[in-house]
């Protein structure tokens, strides 16, 4: 299994970016993907988290409302649509998969990762 990150950036505070988790080695309707954030001094923290196979999502309360987890259509793609970021949103971001979306969403629970992708939040 492979994952690969991309997408972050340096963005200012209230607007946009869609971070990718493309996957390889392992079919998406199987797992759950989930998406976890690292700031620096901090520990992980699991961010979102999907099963395609149920349409079941997760989203830890500071970002519902504002990220938006999805899968491509007939793909092997999980996406982060992150909206009105702020700069505590900040972070290496990272996708993991797990065979289910359980809360509270622990890395403990995931065994593949990817490299992460750094989200910058500042004007």
């Known amino acids: 299994v492979q994952l690969v990150e991309s997408g972050g950036g340096l963005v200012q505070p209230g607007g946009s970016l869609r971070l990718s988790c493309a996957a390889s080695g392992i079919t998406l309707g199987s797992v759950a993907i989930g998406w976890f954030r690292q700031a620096p001094g901090k520990e992980r923290e699991g961010v979102s988290c999907i099963r395609t196979s149920n349409g079941v999502t997760y989203y830890i309360d500071s970002v519902k409302g504002r990220f938006t987890i999805s899968t491509e259509r007939n793909g092997n793609t999980v996406f982060l649509q992150m909206n009105s970021l702020k700069p505590e949103d900040t972070a290496v971001y990272y996708c993991?998969?797990?065979?289910?979306?359980?809360?509270?969403?622990?890395?403990?629970?995931?065994?593949?990762w990817g490299q992460g992708t750094q989200v910058t939040v500042s004007s």
């Open positions: 993991a998969t797990a065979p289910y979306c359980l809360v509270p969403q622990v890395e403990e629970d995931f065994d593949s």
